[in-house]
């Protein structure tokens, strides 16, 4: 299994980054590769092509409903419509919270008539409830966050040793909660937001995680590394990773986007 960062920019797109939007693949017995998104959000479709044909997705994951990680779903919903090739394929399974299919009807602005469920096969996420796409379990857990949210635990083949299953955990959006300590708990990997800082937005809990806070949970958990993301472009990286290098002796990096990590 292997997560190539699409975009990893917090709350917006930021100068280096498109916001969230994270590319799990791994292949099966037969070679086949699977791709799997964890939120496509705002301006990520772009460089989402660089990585691979969009049409070629199987799955995509969303944690939640604001445009930061699902707005490019409406550019998505054109580009499987309308490209020129004549290529088709079944409708593309997107699974979120309760109320996906109509925000991404008031998002996109559909005509009468015009339905995104044919190219968007929207199925609601149940908590603890695994979804398989291939060789991928995705499994979502319920985090703490102002809309309903999901963190979600991605089991696979390990790239090494195919017969060995490795674990990505997904924070989402989330502020510390008994679903992200779920999450980390025996992660090989946790991908963790870290959009506060502390010290500067202790009085603002509810939204989101801090570096240190995103460190605690993986010290808790027993990750066996930490991964921060969805830091705004007013934050500094270098930051958040120290404070989560101050509670877990964990191997520590800032998402950088266009990476690609191997578990």
Excluded at 7 to 28: E, I, K
């Amino acid at each position: 299994m292997r997560l190539t960062v699409v975009g990893c920019a917090g709350s917006f797109p930021g100068p280096d980054s498109a916001a969230s939007c994270y590319l799990v693949q791994a292949d099966d017995a037969d070679g086949r590769t699977w791709s799997v998104l964890l939120d496509l959000g705002s301006g990520a479709l772009g460089p989402l092509q660089r990585h691979l044909d969009p049409a070629d997705v199987d799955a995509i994951a969303l944690s939640h409903l604001h445009p930061d990680h699902m707005a490019d779903l409406c550019g998505l919903y054109v580009y499987l419509k309308y490209r020129p090739d004549g290529r088709t394929r079944a409708p593309l399974p997107v699974h979120g919270p309760v109320g996906t299919e109509p925000r991404l009807e008031e998002a996109y602005g559909t005509e009468a008539g015009e339905r995104l469920v044919d190219q968007l096969a929207v199925r609601v996420w149940q908590a603890g409830g695994p979804v398989q796409v291939g060789p991928l379990t995705l499994t979502p857990v319920a985090v703490h966050h102002p809309v309903p949210a999901f963190g979600v635990r991605v089991a696979g083949p390990s790239e090494d040793d195919p017969d060995r299953t490795v674990v990505l955990a997904y924070t989402g959006d989330t502020d510390a909660c008994e679903g992200v300590d779920a999450l980390a708990t025996g992660a090989d990997l946790l991908l963790s937001e870290a959009a506060f800082v502390e010290g500067r937005d202790d009085a603002i809990r509810g939204i989101h995680l801090t570096g240190r806070r995103a460190g605690e949970a993986a010290a808790r958990g027993g990750s066996g590394r930490l991964l921060l993301t969805h830091v705004p472009a007013w934050n500094s990286t270098d930051a958040a990773v120290l404070e989560a290098r101050e509670v877990y002796d964990g191997p520590v990096e800032a998402a950088r986007a266009g990476t690609t990590v191997r578990l």
